[in-house]
């Protein structure tokens, strides 16, 4: 199976960044699609990005232009620029390839 490792959360102010971290490890056959969602109080989980082995990218609505997903081989990372009190939720990697992986979750908090 496979394990995630999610790091670089944390709190920031407003207008601030903030970058995190998935590694992912184990039994890995073939490259997976990786990204995030995200979650927060209250509401339902929702995309952030996911990134395939090739490199392409998907976004959810509105996030492209603050967010930017990359990644090198099996560790994917998301650069989170901008930060807005909205953005505050826990952030779930989570990695897709035959079945779906999560993360334990890390949290991000953007407040004044």
């Known amino acids: 199976q496979v394990q995630l490792v999610e790091s670089g959360g944390g709190f920031v102010q407003p207008g601030g960044s903030l970058r995190l971290s998935c590694a992912a490890s184990g039994k890995i056959f073939t490259p997976g699609v990786m990204g995030w969602h995200r979650q927060a109080s209250g509401k339902q989980r929702e995309l952030v990005a996911t990134i395939d082995s090739g490199g392409t990218t998907n976004y959810g609505n509105a996030l492209k232009g603050r967010f930017t997903i990359s990644r090198d081989k099996n560790t994917a990372y998301l650069q989170m620029n901008s930060l807005e009190p909205e953005d505050t939720a826990v952030y779930y990697c989570?990695?897709?390839?035959?079945?779906?992986?999560w993360g334990q979750g890390t949290q991000v908090t953007v407040s004044s």
């Open positions: 989570v990695y897709a390839a035959g079945k779906l992986t």
